[in-house]
């Protein structure tokens, strides 16, 4: 939970010696409290408190990890109701099933399907994160679960049958896969298995006082990776279930529910686009882990765009990293254009760069997510920052000429920024993205000008 900093400074030696960079051990605290330094910056602060600051600032939902290597995913972990109030941090997870009585055909077809698809967004891959297999007697699990590991995605195994779980997974141990599922009947049994494997467990009941109970008996026997999978007989319960179980961990009204909870749409419709819909429900609406029935991109694209704009922190703009991109394949007599690194900002000018076919180099300046125009008027994009970055990149090593294009809204900046930049060209670019295109047909390669110069 997030700590305020009166409940940080309990913990600090109040000594107020100043070690830690700041004049009081309050002021420390609201720096610590704001999340801008870290408690070990206190050097005289025991390693007791240390511990007990650790524990009392938990998130009042377990973070919890699945999956292996580059597929690995954080799910839970969140401290508000609202994204307002701060931000989510760990996007809810989605899983596609795959059911063993389906014909081998599909199974391929879906296994290879979710191994490959991703949708480029913002700088970032979009792609779904687990395979749930579902065992149904067939004989047919052992080779389904291999080839979903063979994807490396996350994976999850379902089955009612304890013995077949332990069958399969010595060959997939070093996935972690989530064991789905214990009740109140078998809990004992499968936290056994799950700590065997280093694995998380889904514990499901039929109402939350039941759930609350089997997870309190599974953290006396020392088990927390636990996900939460409210049974539930319709979709208002589902959402009513989800809104219950995140209120109750925030408040600290049911500690026993404070873990991460898994939604499975598919067990209301047959339609996929209804489907959809509760997916995109179970998301905004506190689901950790979302598990579809197929993989179809009208169907999960929306649903990983959602996921995106969600899980964005609202305070902080998406940003591009500072530095020189090659868009193309551009060389010494490439034109070098500047922007500001507001990720749409960078995302619209180097599609417009790469429409215009002309390979260009694009130097993208930490402006703090602001676009180039209020980055501007704040004085966080002038010649002075433009001429500090040009030398920053190096851009003299990469290209012969000494012509820099700067985009058309920073007119007034050209004379001082020649003046900053002796001996370069300073070029103003089209006020808007789409132009690019036509702006860049001037470009003389053989004069690292514009023709029209
Ligand atoms: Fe207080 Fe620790 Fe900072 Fe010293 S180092 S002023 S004890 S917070």
Not at 275 to 304: H, N
Not at 316 to 325: D, I, M, N, S
Not at 329 to 347: A, Q, R, V
Not at 378 to 397: G, P
Request: charged share 25%; with cysteine.
């Amino acid at each position: 939970m997030a700590l305020k900093p009166l409940d940080i400074f309990k913990y600090l030696p109040k000594t107020n010696c100043k070690e830690c960079g700041f004049p009081t051990c309050l002021a420390f605290a609201m720096q610590v409290a704001m999340g801008k330094e870290d408690i070990s910056k206190c050097t005289r602060i025991s390693e007791e408190s240390k511990k007990a600051l650790a524990s009392s600032a938990a998130p009042p939902i377990r973070t919890i990890t699945v999956g292996r290597g580059s597929s690995k995913v954080n799910i839970g972990g969140e401290t508000v109701l609202f994204r307002h109030e701060k931000t989510f941090y760990n996007p809810s997870a989605i899983g596609i099933l795959i059911k063993e009585s389906l014909p081998e055909e599909e199974i391929h077809r879906k296994i290879e399907m979710i191994g490959n698809i991703q949708y480029e967004r913002v700088g970032l891959v979009l792609k779904p994160d687990i395979i749930a297999v579902e065992d149904e007697g067939k004989g047919k699990f052992s080779d389904i679960v291999n080839l979903a590991y063979n994807t490396g995605k996350s994976l999850m195994l379902m089955s009612k049958n304890i013995q077949t779980l332990k069958n399969v997974l010595p060959a997939v141990r070093d996935a972690k896969p989530i064991l789905f599922s214990a009740n109140e009947e078998n809990f004992k049994e499968m936290v056994l298995l799950a700590k065997e494997f280093s694995s998380c467990l889904v514990v499901m009941a039929e109402n939350l006082e039941k759930m609350a109970c089997i997870t309190a008996e599974i953290e006396k026997i020392g088990f927390q990776d636990i996900v939460l999978y409210p049974e539930v007989k319709n979709v208002s319960e589902l959402l009513e279930h989800l809104v219950l179980i995140r209120n109750s961990a925030i408040t600290g009204r049911i500690r026993e529910l404070g873990y991460p909870v898994i939604a499975m749409p598919y067990m209301f419709t047959d339609d996929i686009i209804y489907e959809s819909i509760l997916g995109a429900m179970s998301i905004a609406k506190y689901a950790s882990v979302v598990i579809l029935s197929d993989i179809k991109g009208e169907m999960l694209f929306p649903l990983l765009l959602e996921r995106l704009n969600i899980f964005t922190d609202p305070q902080r703009p998406l940003v591009t990293p500072e530095g020189l991109y090659e868009i193309g394949k551009p060389d010494g007599k490439s034109p070098l254009l500047i922007t500001s690194n507001f990720s749409l900002t960078y995302f619209i000018v180097s599609g417009e760069l790469e429409n215009s076919k002309v390979s260009a180099f694009l130097g993208v300046q930490d402006t703090e997510g602001l676009s180039v125009l209020t980055a501007w008027a704040a004085d966080k994009m002038n010649a002075e920052t433009i001429s500090a970055l040009v030398k920053k990149l190096k851009v003299e090593e990469k290209i012969s000429h000494r012509t820099l294009i700067i985009p058309g809204v920073l007119a007034q900046i050209v004379g001082e920024l020649e003046d900053e930049l002796p001996g370069w060209k300073i070029v103003l670019g089209p006020r808007e993205a789409s132009k690019i295109p036509a702006f860049l047909r001037g470009w003389d390669r053989e004069a690292g000008s514009f023709k029209s110069e």
